[in-house]
């Protein structure tokens, strides 16, 4: 729980502020996951602070919502892309993705069970929370805002698929919500890749992929 409000700090994701007229704060909760590898051994304890967005009124707290979500067919076909052309995929994740999306709309909150600050007055959100309806789309739309200035294209067909390339150079990433599954001919290209996304926002980096959606990934090398 400390972790995850040192988070929302760092990212000055909002600030106290009187609640006005004719606005209704949003409750929020915690939420708490067991995380487990696919052999079913715990790896993290996690807790996540969730706005109410139930209670979210349309045009007023929210407009849009959709997000686009990668397809496991175009998923099933890069990776097989990847194994046919000896390619390394990799993985990396988003920590506390959510909470980079920027909020175009005006919304209340209430101050989170156990860390109320001052006289537990409203605080007005800057940026997304998990559980706010417009919350993946507004993740999504700051995620595609920086890979385009780093100079990637997103595919027409899928608007999950990202490519950068050169006359030598190739690199293609999926997203899902804060997962990246990221490919390509060169390990160089995949590296300077995860510096530059760890320099935008607080990255795990997972390694080689083995376990994307339900697919269990094994790598081997040909003899």
């Known amino acids: 729980m400390q972790t995850e409000i040192q988070a929302i700090e760092a990212n000055q994701t909002w600030e106290v502020s009187e609640l006005p007229r004719n606005h209704k704060a949003i409750g929020l909760k915690w939420v708490f996951k ?31 919502v959709f997000a686009p979500v990668a397809r ?12 046919h052309s000896g390619w390394e995929v990799h993985h990396m994740d988003v920590k ?39 919350a993946p789309r ?33 690199l293609i990433v999926i997203v899902y919500v804060d997962d990246l599954i990221i490919l390509g001919p ?3 290209d995949i590296n300077r890749f995860k510096v530059e996304m760890k320099l935008k926002f ?10 994307y959606l339900g697919i269990e990934v094994n790598r081997e090398k040909e003899e």
């Open 186 to 188: 060169k390990i160089e």
């Open 72 to 83: 496991i067919e175009t998923v099933k076909v890069l990776l097989a892309l990847a194994a």
């Open 96 to 134: 506390s993705a959510f909470l980079n999306g920027d909020l175009w709309e005006t919304v209340y909150v209430q101050q989170p069970p156990g860390f109320i600050v001052g006289k537990g007055d409203k605080v007005r959100l800057r940026k997304a929370l998990y559980g706010l309806r417009q």
């Open 34 to 64: 067991v995380k487990k590898d696919p052999e079913g051994n715990v790896v993290k304890y996690k807790a996540r602070l969730v706005a109410k967005g139930y209670a979210q009124r349309h045009g007023l707290d929210f407009d849009e």
């Open 138 to 170: 507004a993740w999504n739309f700051k995620l595609d805002k920086e890979l385009s200035a780093l100079g990637f294209v997103r595919s027409k067909l899928d608007n999950t698929v990202y490519k950068r390339s050169s006359k030598d150079s190739l």
């Open 202 to 211: 607080n990255m795990s980096d997972l390694g080689l992929l083995s376990y």
